[in-house]
């Protein structure tokens, strides 16, 4: 299972919706616009891979990512038992930012991005999750967002043995802990394990939107304007 890793990541703010797939969460994040975020998504890497120096304050940004689960951890060590892990869809709307002073001075480089996720319970998940890290420099931590990449046509199905293969029956293609039907190597337990009946954490209940997992999207910049971010 490949993954992305964005430093410097917060919660800016959530909303619940309801779509053709039903009810679910927009999470909305800022990160770090880091070198190796923009290499993973294709952002600025000429034909040599070389890096290009960012001309705008702000633009859209192209390239989404069909996730499996993120895990969002907080960067103070006290904080780090409050890590919130939870089972997402996609990731898009990716967006560059360049923060500057009061005096137009460049201060550092954001992207910011939304998770999509239809977990139950997720917003309260959030909630909890924000009141107990603060909004101290602490609380900025590490977003790690996993992902399957898309089989080409012709190559043999994953050896998924060493991680006890994919559950089928709650649909969600999150590969088992080997030797656990209960629990998703994302450290979730599975919704569909009937077992001896016993219930697990709020994360258990996972609903899908789509049709299986897609390899990220890739993409520069693709809407660009000249108003900085105070």
Same mark, same amino acid.
């Given at each position: 299972m490949a993954k992305v890793i964005f430093r410097g990541a917060r919660v800016r703010f959530a909303d619940v919706r309801e779509?053709?797939?039903?009810?679910?969460?927009?999470?909305?994040v800022t990160a770090v616009f880091s070198d190796v975020v923009r290499r993973a998504m294709g952002w600025g890497v000429n034909e040599d891979g070389v890096l290009t120096p960012m001309i705008v304050n702000s633009g859209k940004l192209g390239g989404e990512i069909h996730a499996t689960h993120i895990i969002l951890t907080p960067n103070g060590k006290e904080l780090r038992k409050h890590e919130l892990q939870l089972d997402v869809e996609v990731v898009d709307d990716f967006q560059y930012f360049r923060v500057t002073d009061s005096d137009s001075e460049s201060i550092s480089e954001e992207v910011r991005f939304t998770v999509h996720t239809a977990v139950s319970g997720a917003a309260g998940l959030l909630e909890n999750y924000m009141r107990k890290i603060g909004t101290s420099d602490k609380s900025v931590g590490q977003l790690r967002i *996993?992902?399957? &990449?898309?089989?080409?046509?012709?190559?043999?199905p994953a050896d998924d043995a060493e991680e006890g293969g994919t559950c089928v029956d709650c649909n969600n293609g999150i590969a088992l802990v080997d030797g656990d039907p209960t629990m998703h190597v994302s450290g979730q337990p599975c919704a569909a394990y009937e077992g001896d009946g016993e219930g697990g954490p709020a994360l258990a209940s996972v609903a899908q939107m789509g049709s299986g997992h897609r390899k990220r999207g890739r993409?520069?910049?693709?809407? *660009?304007?000249? &108003?900085?971010?105070?």
């Open positions: 779509g053709k797939a039903g009810v679910y969460t927009r999470i909305y *996993a992902y399957e &990449e898309q089989m080409e046509l012709g190559e043999p993409g520069q910049i693709v809407e *660009a304007t000249a &108003e900085p971010v105070n």
